[in-house]
């Protein structure tokens, strides 16, 4: 009977390969986003490559978030489909026990002979009452199937048709020729950096000891949650999520890379934090005055920071010499990033993917957007 071998094994490893496959996709647009973000570079392209790299990665968030999604549909999918499965399995191996054979159109055979009419009346009874019962299961498989079918499909939506649009240029305006001389305005003030990521709560709580579970952690006072809270939620966005946290007591935010942070009042532990990171990890952060360690926050450690000097005034009468900086370098024209890699796809190899390198011949200049060692890619060395 082909229906108790329906398969589900392929919902499984479905899942596994789209979670995999927009975790690799988020690391990857999320490192390029990191290295534009810390590369020591200014000026209007540096502005536009950062912008570029933020909107991708932002961008490749939401289908990692789509891919996740899917690949839970499908886990659920599977195991509703095994046990709709099992349901019929039960009724079949109940009516092959009692002496009947269940045909592939799903009729039910009595293999008993002999007896009048009279007596084998309670038997057709009994078979009939197993073809219903088996028929109507089959039917609840069939459909249940249809149904995950369609929840995939919706989860996945558009994700092969995504696009990476060009990020205007900064400030562009139509140009205009002129004849002569023009004072240029070189952007001199640096880039704010980026709000706290996973990798920079990692190494806050690093030192902490551990608490009563290995996902908890403890610190020394109720203040120093509250100090990791401010700075945790400076640059992130208020979130609801779909339990809201302490009844909706608590406080939740959402960091620019995914990364949620909770804090609230616990009856049991007072005020404590949970914290979801972007692959899927849970801390918790309660507060304990004798086992409580040290954050590691950046900025509250060290002493204070000396004043600049002062330079003197020159005496009276004393010839000025202006203090001229040479214009940054001309950078290069930032190229088009790749769009994400195809489901269930292999890793690209590191040298593949757009990264800040230096241009040939010119290691003394500023990092542009692009691959280096590209001679050593398969598609520069055709067999």
């Known amino acids: 009977m082909d229906l108790l071998d329906w398969p589900t094994e392929h919902l499984i490893d479905a899942a596994g390969s789209w979670a995999a496959t927009g975790k690799r996709w988020y690391e990857t647009f999320d490192g390029v986003w990191q290295d534009s973000a810390s590369v020591d570079w200014e000026g209007v392209a540096a502005e536009q490559l950062r912008a570029r790299t933020r909107a991708d990665r932002l961008k490749v968030s939401g289908l990692d978030d789509q891919l996740q999604h899917a690949a839970k549909v499908a886990r659920i999918g599977a195991s509703n489909l095994h046990a709709a499965r099992s349901r019929l399995q039960y009724v079949v191996e109940d009516a092959h026990a009692a002496g009947f054979v269940v045909a592939e159109d799903l009729s039910v055979i009595d293999r008993s002979t002999g007896g009048t009419t009279f007596q084998r009346a309670p038997r057709q009874v009994q078979a009939e009452t197993y073809s219903s019962d088996i028929r109507q ?210 890793v690209p190899p590191p040298e593949s993917i757009p990264h800040p390198v230096h241009a040939p011949h010119s290691h003394h200049g500023p990092p542009v957007l692009g691959k280096d060692e590209l001679a050593d890619l398969p598609e520069f060395n055709p067999e």
Do not use: C
């Open 137 to 346: 299961r089959a039917a609840q498989l069939i459909g249940l199937d249809r149904q995950v079918a369609d929840k995939i499909s919706m989860a996945l939506a558009g994700i092969g048709s995504i696009t990476f649009d060009e990020v205007p240029a900064l400030g562009a305006t139509t140009p205009t020729r002129h004849w002569g001389i023009q004072l240029v305005d070189w952007k001199q003030s640096p880039e704010p950096t980026p709000g706290p990521t996973a990798q920079d709560i990692r190494e806050a709580i690093k030192n902490l000891p551990q608490g009563s579970r290995p996902d908890i952690r403890e610190v020394r006072t109720e203040d120093q949650l509250r100090s990791l809270w401010e700075w945790l939620s400076k640059n992130g966005q208020e979130y609801t999520s779909q339990n809201p946290y302490r009844d909706g007591l608590g406080a939740e935010r959402q960091l620019p890379d995914g990364t949620r942070v909770r804090i609230g009042e616990s009856k049991k532990w007072g005020t404590t934090m949970d914290i979801t990171l972007p692959n899927g990890e849970d801390v918790k952060l309660h507060f304990n005055a004798k086992r409580g360690g040290e954050l590691n926050i950046p900025g509250q450690a060290g002493g204070p920071v000396a004043p600049r000097a002062i330079a003197p005034e020159p005496p009276a009468g004393a010839p000025v010499t202006p203090d001229i900086k040479p214009p940054p370098a001309r950078t290069a024209p930032l190229p088009t990033l790749r769009p994400p890699f195809p489901i269930g796809g292999t």
